[in-house]
């Protein structure tokens, strides 16, 4: 049996798969609140930070990798962020950009031990996610608080920088959100129009191969775990300013959740095959099954097994007939 | 099975069975004279930014709302960032564990209306430890109160336990041998062995147990954490009994798995103070914890007089496995008598 041709193309499938899950909405739409504009704003301001750290996810699975420290990274770099604000007194755009230069600097490292040390990438990340974890936890230590506890701001809502960040401006629209949505073009730019990008499609396709065509294959796996990290950086900035505070718990499973929408956009693990595009897909996706079962106040257990079941029917749209 | 689009649209389908709820506004759990209406009620697993997207849906769906109750105070504040970005004014908001760090301020700074305090117990179990070492006979079992943080009492009004008279009785009676160091000289050696330092409640566990201590001159404290595991926390309590530790206290991770090494303590004549998480045998000297039933009453009751006409209430749970987010639920519902419409 093999599927329709109309059905073949990734990014038709990857749609497919949201058009099921907004028609699940629009049924069970809870007395109308699915039809609201501000429930669909409200649900790409949630989604933002998630957002940003699947699309650090997506290059690196693009270039044959996997990267399981990007939410203990977060934690890490949200911690930097906050403490460095709070407890130093820093600038706002001091602050975020060395949270975003402590991100990158975590995924240089797992780059590093992929690339040079050739460590297997599941493993090398794994150390990383709990030695990030580690860190995160202690920097209260640094700031002369007590390990393991959180930055809290003395303003109710955090300072200014993080209450612009955290709402809404343009028409509305959640400035999470756009950013977001800016990182993701971005990105999209960068596999599709640059140089590098390329390279890290055939170095995810076929090392060997992008190896003999001369491309540089430590410098392009450098590149896509490093701009990983940055985005993991990115992406904790904008969590600490929406939960008003650094928590060195946050970010726990958050790879996972990064993983999933990866792979549901259609995204090969094994490397090569999928784009940007189909991870902010499936990263919708997701984030509409959430929302649909939250509006619906459906019990967590259920939530559990509904989300499973969508993940699977995703899974299985993506398989390719060889 | 290879997918079809025909057996793909099934998908949805299955789904809405599970998700439908009439799609409808109608109450969830509601009182016996009709006063208080739970409209929504979602598990946002202890954690502030899932209480505010779970507030999100609730506000999203309900055009009144008149108060959250959240199990913890994180989620409380949550839910009212929820309400402020959606410019939804005039909710109250109720939390649970009032650390001086979290609730407590956020109490103070007008984001909750009141918040519940779930006892460490840290000072409690430095004192009996002490008596413990003295041969003073104790209760096994000493449930303590709790208080209500208000913005018109931000001291807390407290709302006493059984354990709570008991223990004001003994620190009474033996206030002088609380004061008597070792009979052979020195100091006493005490050990806690915390399950992990990684929630916030803990550290400040940590924290009155550390800060009590320091009171007594006469007592070193010896404070360590299992990291969540509790083979680490088996070894920590032996290690404790062989360092020569006069005391021990003890937030076990596991009720059962900590047992053993309870016993060989108990059998060297070393008490044992349980915090917090029973034991799962009698190889222990005292208990001491709060009531996660007495104070999901307590938040009943504060809600009754935050909503004196009633309202309509979304709650916002727990990690409703673990059993503090059952009992905060069971102590709100049996309160209000609040049971599934008709």
Not at chain 2, 90 to 95: A, M, R, S
Not at chain 2, 148 to 168: R, S
Request: charged fraction near 20%; aromatic fraction near 6%; charge should be positive.
């Amino acid at each position: 049996m093999t599927l329709p041709a109309w059905l073949r193309p990734a990014p038709v499938r990857a749609l497919l798969a949201l058009a099921a899950v907004l028609l699940l909405g629009c049924i069970a739409n809870a007395g109308g609140a699915f039809f609201h504009a501000a429930t669909h704003f409200g649900l790409l301001d949630a989604v933002g930070s998630a957002g940003i750290l699947a699309i650090g996810q997506c290059l690196v699975i693009l270039g044959g990798g996997i990267d399981l420290s990007v939410g203990s990274v977060l934690a890490f770099s949200g911690m930097a962020f906050a403490g460095l604000m709070l407890e130093g007194g820093w600038v706002w755009p001091l602050a975020a950009a060395a949270a975003i230069a402590a991100g990158t600097a975590c995924g240089l490292l797992n780059g590093v031990l992929v690339a040079r040390a050739r460590i297997q990438p599941f493993l090398a990340t794994l150390a990383t996610m709990v030695i990030a974890r580690g860190l995160a936890r202690w920097l209260p230590e640094l700031a002369g608080k007590d390990a393991n506890s959180k930055f809290l701001p003395v303003e109710v809502s955090g300072p200014q920088a993080w209450q612009w960040l955290a709402g809404k401006s343009w028409l509305g629209l959640p400035n999470t959100g756009l950013l977001f949505l800016l990182v993701a073009a971005a990105a999209t730019l960068f596999v599709k129009r640059t140089v590098a990008g390329r390279h890290l499609l055939a170095v995810g396709g076929n090392e060997e191969a992008a190896r003999l065509a001369g491309i540089a294959v430590v410098r392009t796996k450098l590149l896509a775990y490093g701009l990983c990290g940055a985005c993991s950086g990115l992406a904790a900035v904008c969590w600490v300013a929406r939960d008003v505070q650094g928590n060195p718990a946050a970010g726990a499973m958050f790879e996972l959740d990064a993983i999933a929408a990866v792979v549901i956009g259609g995204t090969s693990l094994q490397g090569g095959r999928g784009g940007i595009g189909l991870a902010v897909i499936g990263l919708f996706t997701l984030a509409y099954i959430d929302k649909v079962l939250s509006l619906n106040a459906v019990p967590d257990h259920w939530r559990l097994v509904v989300r499973g079941v969508i993940i699977l029917a995703a899974v299985l749209l993506q398989e390719r007939r060889r | 099975m290879k997918p079809t689009p025909c057996r793909l649209a099934l998908t949805p389908l299955l789904l809405l069975a599970a998700c439908d709820r009439g799609g409808s506004a109608g109450p969830m759990l509601v009182s016996g004279n009709g006063q208080f209406r739970v409209l929504h009620i979602a598990e946002a697993q202890w954690k502030g930014d899932r209480g505010r997207t779970e507030m999100e849906s609730a506000l999203e769906r309900l055009p009144r709302i008149d108060l959250v109750y959240a199990h913890n105070d994180p989620m409380g504040r949550g839910a009212y960032e929820a309400c402020k970005q959606k410019g939804r004014a005039g909710i109250k908001f109720v939390g649970i564990d009032a650390l001086p760090q979290e609730g407590r301020k956020f109490v103070a700074d007008g984001v909750l209306d009141a918040s519940i305090e779930y006892p460490t117990c840290g000072a409690a179990a430095v004192d009996l430890a002490l008596l413990a070492l003295h041969k003073i006979a104790l209760p096994k079992q000493l449930i303590l109160g709790t208080r209500v943080f208000t913005k018109a009492n931000p001291a807390g009004e407290p709302i006493a336990g059984p354990g709570d008279v008991m223990l004001a009785a003994l620190r009474g009676e033996q206030a002088a041998v609380l004061q008597q160091p070792p009979p052979a000289g020195g100091k006493w050696k005490i050990g806690m062995a915390q399950c992990t330092n990684d929630e916030p409640w803990r550290g400040a566990m940590n924290a009155d147990i550390a800060a009590r201590a320091k009171e007594y001159p006469h007592v070193e404290l010896v404070l360590q954490s299992a990291d969540d595991d509790t083979e680490k926390q088996r070894t920590l309590v032996r290690q404790f009994i062989e360092t020569g530790c006069h005391a021990i206290l003890l937030s076990p991770k596991e009720s059962n798995a900590l047992v053993a090494p309870c016993k060989e303590a108990m059998a060297k004549g070393i008490p044992v103070i349980v915090i917090d998480r029973k034991l799962g045998s009698d190889d222990f000297t005292c208990f001491v914890g709060g009531d996660n039933l007495a104070i999901g009453k307590a938040a009943g009751e504060e809600i009754k007089r935050l909503l004196p006409d009633g309202g309509n209430i979304v709650e916002i749970q727990g990690l409703m496995t673990t059993s503090p987010a059952q009992e905060r639920h069971q102590g709100f519902v049996d309160e209000l008598q609040l049971a599934r419409p008709k």
